[in-house]
């Protein structure tokens, strides 16, 4: 039933805003990209810069009294944002799953494992109840929980953070998705259950043509999982690109910024790390030209007074939104 | 309570005594008991942990949530109350100290705490929680106080304004840095440091963690910094140790460490650690998958 | 000698938009204004009520009892022909001052024993269960058995009254400043080796004002009912002081005949209690965490 066409999901000049006591604050500010079937999409950026209400809209979770959304959302020949509550909720959980960066507040804590992923089962599938749960113990094979049979027994607060999250995963895998969305799936783990859930992501999509769209802070998460990413910086995409050109030439001072502070694991020790002087500002207080211009060391006079555009870069894919990228790029291969 | 004004360390007399350790910790052991669903539980959230701290220098303290390491740091200063060793510094130990004498000690071992957005108290302004921190320990007239709060300020990059500020007003980084000058302005030697970056933004973290850097060599400092994130310990630790249930299972000098990991259980966090780049990522997945088959897909 | 720049000239954008979102936030909310407006109202009447009225509240004018509200007399006279409106108005100056006494004395108290509680935990125990034990007898006869023990006096009802609210405030106070002692600041205070007075007083105290308020405000409320109860049982303020619970009592038996003995004093209660519950509710929302999150 579903068009058998690479794009699953593409979001078209989406603008999501808030009422808030002082005023209107436009937290998603004109972004567009697209996600394809099998592959993974990184949305990367850090706080302030609307990553996870990119998420949330995609999703329609947030409070429409209070929000605004203008562009559209296709996902499988429809736009999400023009459908009526009763169908976004169908496809909510069916073709379309979210995993939230807490599991211990996405799970009810009175409801036993067994119960919750029964529930979430048969809310999108007709199923009798002993099918529902032989089903239930199915993905949590599928997700790697070991002893599956007496896990759906137990409570979240009897499971470790790494074992709720493959629940999460396996309720999300539920509904059998075309498109899976993982807000900061690994940030709240330990390093090493954050390898396994990163594997166990990369494995379950090895074997199956959902698209996923992992939304994190952390590059090193990027590095692991994703085939194209997309920069964001308040509210803006500032870049777009496939993941090997992202790490080999960032275009975008942000994007280069970024990946030089990192202490690498590699690196030299005795060098103090790079920085990016100056904070985030405020979605209150949008700069007029280009918004990371005041702590951008490569700033011209156009870069504060008028925003860039996003453009393509040559002939790939990528984008980037800058004036100066072309110079910058220069100077590295001097 | 000292009644003389604080005076600044020098790195050289930090430097003079450097063959002995500022801190030595010995046995340091910490039991919790529970009482769960399954009876009565004894855990030991540390377990006979022994390490020094040289003057100047930075020791990291590395291992995942529940390894024992912040209640290791919060054993030190007896925050939380140890079951047995001893933590010497200076050659005094801590543990068995009287109350009285604890509280001088405490001006020249201070801690700088995870989380920003509760480690400063929300009603008052930040010249008022700096003073706070002074007269805890000294006795100085208003002016001297205020002169203080403002040198401090100055120090880790805030104006005089920032003196009238309230928390809300600021953001993670820069309540972070208030949480840095609080700790320095009476004058520490030793700065616990309970994952000061974790909650941080990529690009602030690096701003905290140069102002960290140049402040330990502006003053001689030393910093016991604890954290789950090993590039950040690595960076900026001369010697670390990894604890897991409670135990240091390996410690010393960091290139080491990271290069000649002894420890299966140091060699598992290093492997764990996400790759740098995506070609890295790849081949070590690939090498995975050829070892072990993906997992099976059942039927539904 | 160093000078140092006031904070007016330093940060004065961010103190003035301060102070005008939050006049804002409290004019918008409609129950804090009707609230404030009503106890407003009442507490000028009480003030300037006496002036306006043509006798006092003790003056008996046997030959002109039991009137119906007239001209002369706005709400009526009682059954010893005193003017009503006086009694009413000097009973709500009682009112006010018993509600406001032990509105502030179990604010005191319960802060203090709630600080401790929550501070110490072998106090804690001990002090619960006298407080659970307080708690465990309704309001008004607990208040009856201790007026019974003092004396009946209207200095004793402000006694009573707060021995019966204490343990409400305190439980308040306690669970809010339980949620305070984990918060990182406070263990930051320890570390540097503040005393636990420094702790309780200086720093927790403000971050529990909120809630303290919110239920001082009902506990006012609460008083003037109780004091009312008490004084219509005749264990509250003594005759011939006028208090809107003795007026109930001696228009008592009259109901049907000087009705005006007993509606008047009885829509003043309703009406005060009214408005301070609707302040309370309205400092509620205004002093909860207002950020809440947009999401469904």
Same mark, same amino acid.
């Given at each position: 039933?579903?068009?058998?066409?690479?794009?699953?999901?593409?979001?078209?000049?989406?603008?999501?805003?808030?009422?808030?006591?002082?005023?209107?604050?436009?937290?998603?500010?004109?972004?567009?990209?697209?996600?394809?079937?099998?592959?993974?999409?990184?949305?990367?950026?850090?706080?302030?810069?609307? #990553?996870?209400?990119?998420?949330?809209?995609?999703?329609?979770?947030?409070?429409?009294?209070?929000?605004?959304?203008?562009?559209?959302?296709?996902?499988?020949?429809?736009?999400?944002?023009?459908?009526?509550?009763?169908?976004?909720?169908?496809?909510?959980?069916?073709?379309?799953?979210?995993?939230?960066?807490?599991?211990?507040? &996405?799970?009810?804590?009175?409801? +036993?494992?067994?119960?919750?992923?029964?529930?979430?089962?048969?809310?999108?599938? #007709?199923?009798?109840? +002993?099918?529902?749960?032989?089903?239930?113990?199915?993905?949590?094979?599928?997700?790697?929980?070991?002893?599956?049979?007496?896990?759906?027994?137990?409570?979240?607060?009897?499971?470790?953070?790494?074992?709720?999250?493959?629940?999460?995963?396996?309720?999300?895998? &539920?509904?059998d998705p075309q498109l899976l969305i993982a807000d900061e799936p690994t940030t709240a783990l330990d390093v090493t259950t954050q390898a396994q859930i990163l594997t166990l992501i990369r494995d379950l999509q090895a074997t199956s043509d959902m698209g996923s769209i992992i939304i994190t802070h952390d590059l090193g998460v990027v590095a692991e999982m994703c085939d194209r990413v997309i920069v964001m910086y308040l509210g803006e995409v500032v870049e777009e690109s496939d993941v090997d050109g992202l790490f080999d030439t960032p275009k975008h001072p942000y994007t280069r910024g970024l990946l030089a502070s990192i202490p690498a694991i590699d690196g030299d020790r005795s060098q103090p790390l790079n920085v990016i002087t100056g904070r985030v500002p +405020?979605?209150?207080?949008?700069?007029?030209?280009?918004?990371?211009?005041?702590?951008?060391?490569?700033?011209?006079?156009?870069?504060?007074?008028?925003?860039?555009?996003?453009?393509?870069?040559?002939?790939?894919?990528?984008?980037?939104?800058?004036?100066?990228?072309?110079?910058?790029? +220069?100077?590295?291969?001097? | 309570?000292?009644?003389?004004?604080?005076?600044?360390?020098?790195?050289?007399?930090? !430097?003079?005594?450097?063959?002995?350790?500022?801190?030595?910790?010995?046995?340091?052991?910490?039991?919790?008991?529970?009482?769960?669903?399954?009876?009565?539980?004894?855990?030991?959230? !540390?377990?006979?942990?022994?390490?020094?701290?040289?003057? *100047?220098?930075?020791?990291?303290?590395?291992?995942?949530?529940?390894?024992?390491?912040?209640?290791?740091?919060?054993?030190?200063?007896?925050?939380?109350?140890?079951?047995?060793?001893?933590?010497?510094?200076?050659?005094?130990?801590?543990?068995?100290?009287?109350?009285?004498?604890?509280?001088?000690?405490?001006?020249?071992?201070?801690?700088?705490?995870?989380?920003?957005?509760?480690?400063?108290?929300?009603?008052?302004?930040?010249?008022?929680?700096?003073?706070?921190?002074?007269?805890?320990?000294?006795?100085?007239?208003?002016?001297?106080?205020?002169?203080? !709060?403002?040198?401090?300020?100055?120090?880790?990059?805030?104006?005089?304004?920032?003196?009238?500020?309230?928390?809300?007003?600021?953001?993670? *980084?820069?309540?972070?840095?208030?949480?840095?000058?609080?700790?320095?302005?009476?004058?520490?030697?030793?700065?616990?440091?309970?994952?000061?970056?974790?909650?941080?933004?990529?690009?602030?973290?690096?701003?905290?963690?140069?102002?960290?850097?140049?402040?330990?060599?502006?003053?001689?400092?030393?910093?016991?910094?604890?954290?789950?994130?090993?590039?950040?310990?690595?960076?900026?630790?001369?010697? @670390?140790?990894?604890?897991?249930?409670?135990?240091?299972?390996?410690?010393?000098?960091?290139?080491? @460490?990271?290069?000649?990991?002894?420890?299966?259980?140091?060699?598992?966090?290093?492997?764990?650690?996400?790759?740098?780049?995506?070609?890295?990522?790849?081949?070590?997945?690939?090498?995975?998958?050829?070892?072990?088959?993906?997992?099976?897909?059942?039927?539904? | 000698?160093?000078?140092?720049?006031?904070?007016?000239?330093?940060?004065?954008?961010?103190?003035?938009?301060?102070?005008?979102?939050?006049?804002?936030?409290i004019r918008n909310n409609r129950q804090v204004m009707t609230g404030g407006i009503i106890l407003l109202v009442i507490i000028l009447v009480a003030l300037i009520g006496p002036f306006l009225s043509p006798s006092g509240p003790y003056e008996t004018d046997t030959a002109n009892r039991l009137l119906p509200p007239s001209p002369t007399n706005w709400m009526g006279t009682d059954n010893f022909g005193r003017d009503l409106f006086s009694r009413v108005v000097s009973g709500s100056q009682v009112s006010l001052v018993v509600g406001f006494s032990v509105a502030i004395i179990t604010s005191a108290l319960g802060l203090a024993i709630g600080l401790i509680a929550a501070y110490y935990r072998t106090a804690d125990r001990i002090l619960m269960r006298i407080l659970?034990?307080?708690?465990?007898?309704?309001?008004?006869?607990?208040?009856?058995?201790?007026? /019974? /023990?003092?004396? %009946?006096?209207?200095?004793?009802?402000?006694?009573?009254?707060?021995?019966?609210?204490?343990?409400?405030? /305190?439980? %308040?106070?306690?669970?809010?400043?339980? %949620?305070?002692?984990?918060?990182?600041?406070?263990?930051?205070?320890?570390?540097?080796?503040?005393?636990?007075?420094?702790?309780?007083?200086?720093?927790?105290?403000?971050?529990?004002?909120?809630?303290?308020?919110?239920?001082?405000?009902?506990?006012?409320?609460?008083?003037?009912?109780?004091?009312?109860?008490?004084?219509?049982?005749?264990?509250?303020?003594?005759?011939?002081?006028?208090?809107?619970?003795?007026?109930?009592?001696?228009?008592?038996?009259?109901?049907?005949?000087?009705?005006?003995?007993? %509606?008047?004093?009885?829509?003043?209660?309703?009406?005060?209690?009214?408005?301070?519950?609707?302040?309370?509710?309205?400092?509620?929302?205004?002093?909860?965490?207002?950020?809440?999150?947009?999401?469904?």
């Amino acid at each position: 039933m579903s068009d058998m066409t690479p794009t699953l999901l593409t979001v078209n000049d989406l603008h999501t805003s808030f009422k808030t006591e002082r005023g209107p604050v436009t937290a998603v500010d004109g972004i567009s990209f697209t996600v394809n079937r099998g592959e993974t999409l990184g949305v990367v950026g850090e706080s302030g810069c609307g #990553k996870s209400v990119t998420a949330d809209s995609i999703m329609r979770l947030l409070d429409e009294k209070e929000t605004t959304y203008s562009g559209t959302i296709m996902l499988s020949g429809r736009d999400l944002l023009a459908l009526p509550e009763s169908k976004m909720r169908q496809a909510r959980g069916h073709e379309l799953a979210m995993i939230a960066q807490d599991s211990m507040s &996405s799970l009810n804590p009175v409801f +036993t494992i067994g119960n919750q992923l029964t529930e979430a089962i048969t809310v999108h599938r #007709k199923m009798s109840k +002993t099918d529902a749960r032989l089903y239930a113990i199915s993905l949590l094979e599928r997700t790697g929980v070991p002893e599956p049979e007496h896990r759906m027994t137990q409570y979240p607060h009897e499971l470790s953070g790494g074992l709720r999250q493959r629940v999460l995963i396996a309720m999300a895998l &539920s509904g059998d998705p075309q498109l899976l969305i993982a807000d900061e799936p690994t940030t709240a783990l330990d390093v090493t259950t954050q390898a396994q859930i990163l594997t166990l992501i990369r494995d379950l999509q090895a074997t199956s043509d959902m698209g996923s769209i992992i939304i994190t802070h952390d590059l090193g998460v990027v590095a692991e999982m994703c085939d194209r990413v997309i920069v964001m910086y308040l509210g803006e995409v500032v870049e777009e690109s496939d993941v090997d050109g992202l790490f080999d030439t960032p275009k975008h001072p942000y994007t280069r910024g970024l990946l030089a502070s990192i202490p690498a694991i590699d690196g030299d020790r005795s060098q103090p790390l790079n920085v990016i002087t100056g904070r985030v500002p +405020t979605l209150y207080d949008v700069p007029p030209g280009c918004r990371f211009a005041d702590r951008c060391n490569f700033a011209t006079d156009i870069c504060r007074t008028t925003p860039p555009p996003l453009e393509s870069v040559d002939d790939s894919t990528a984008k980037v939104r800058c004036w100066n990228w072309r110079s910058i790029s +220069t100077e590295d291969h001097q | 309570m000292s009644t003389s004004a604080p005076t600044e360390t020098s790195p050289e007399a930090a !430097v003079q005594e450097s063959s002995q350790p500022l801190l030595e910790v010995r046995g340091l052991t910490k039991r919790f008991t529970s009482h769960g669903s399954s009876g009565k539980k004894i855990t030991r959230a !540390v377990d006979d942990v022994s390490f020094d701290i040289m003057p *100047g220098e930075t020791f990291g303290l590395v291992g995942e949530s529940g390894c024992g390491k912040s209640t290791t740091g919060r054993s030190l200063l007896r925050l939380i109350e140890p079951d047995s060793g001893t933590v010497r510094y200076e050659g005094r130990d801590l543990v068995t100290m009287p109350r009285r004498e604890l509280h001088s000690t405490r001006r020249q071992i201070q801690m700088v705490f995870q989380d920003p957005f509760s480690s400063l108290n929300p009603r008052r302004r930040i010249g008022a929680i700096l003073e706070e921190a002074l007269q805890i320990q000294f006795h100085l007239r208003m002016s001297d106080r205020r002169e203080r !709060v403002l040198k401090i300020l100055d120090k880790v990059g805030f104006s005089e304004e920032y003196y009238y500020r309230f928390p809300h007003e600021m953001s993670g *980084g820069q309540r972070q840095r208030i949480g840095v000058a609080r700790a320095l302005i009476v004058d520490p030697k030793l700065i616990i440091c309970d994952e000061p970056v974790s909650a941080l933004d990529v690009s602030i973290q690096s701003q905290i963690l140069n102002m960290l850097d140049d402040l330990q060599a502006e003053l001689g400092l030393s910093y016991l910094f604890i954290s789950h994130d090993l590039s950040v310990v690595r960076h900026i630790s001369d010697r @670390i140790a990894v604890m897991k249930d409670g135990q240091i299972v390996e410690q010393g000098p960091t290139d080491a @460490i990271f290069s000649n990991p002894q420890h299966a259980y140091t060699q598992q966090l290093l492997n764990a650690i996400p790759a740098s780049h995506p070609s890295i990522a790849r081949s070590r997945y690939a090498a995975a998958s050829a070892s072990a088959p993906i997992i099976p897909q059942r039927k539904a | 000698m160093p000078t140092f720049t006031p904070r007016s000239a330093l940060i004065p954008s961010i103190t003035a938009d301060q102070r005008s979102l939050r006049l804002k936030r409290i004019r918008n909310n409609r129950q804090v204004m009707t609230g404030g407006i009503i106890l407003l109202v009442i507490i000028l009447v009480a003030l300037i009520g006496p002036f306006l009225s043509p006798s006092g509240p003790y003056e008996t004018d046997t030959a002109n009892r039991l009137l119906p509200p007239s001209p002369t007399n706005w709400m009526g006279t009682d059954n010893f022909g005193r003017d009503l409106f006086s009694r009413v108005v000097s009973g709500s100056q009682v009112s006010l001052v018993v509600g406001f006494s032990v509105a502030i004395i179990t604010s005191a108290l319960g802060l203090a024993i709630g600080l401790i509680a929550a501070y110490y935990r072998t106090a804690d125990r001990i002090l619960m269960r006298i407080l659970d034990g307080f708690m465990a007898f309704p309001a008004i006869l607990l208040a009856i058995a201790i007026m /019974a /023990a003092l004396g %009946v006096q209207t200095e004793n009802v402000i006694v009573a009254l707060s021995i019966v609210f204490t343990p409400y405030v /305190a439980r %308040v106070v306690r669970s809010s400043a339980l %949620v305070v002692k984990e918060q990182t600041y406070i263990e930051s205070l320890r570390a540097q080796g503040a005393s636990a007075l420094r702790i309780l007083w200086i720093n927790m105290t403000p971050n529990v004002l909120s809630p303290l308020l919110i239920q001082a405000t009902f506990i006012f409320a609460d008083s003037i009912i109780t004091e009312a109860a008490l004084s219509f049982l005749g264990a509250g303020v003594p005759p011939p002081d006028p208090s809107w619970g003795n007026i109930l009592f001696d228009g008592k038996t009259l109901i049907f005949s000087a009705w005006w003995m007993t %509606v008047f004093p009885g829509l003043t209660i309703m009406l005060a209690v009214l408005g301070i519950n609707f302040l309370g509710d309205g400092l509620r929302d205004l002093l909860d965490p207002r950020h809440r999150g947009t999401r469904k």
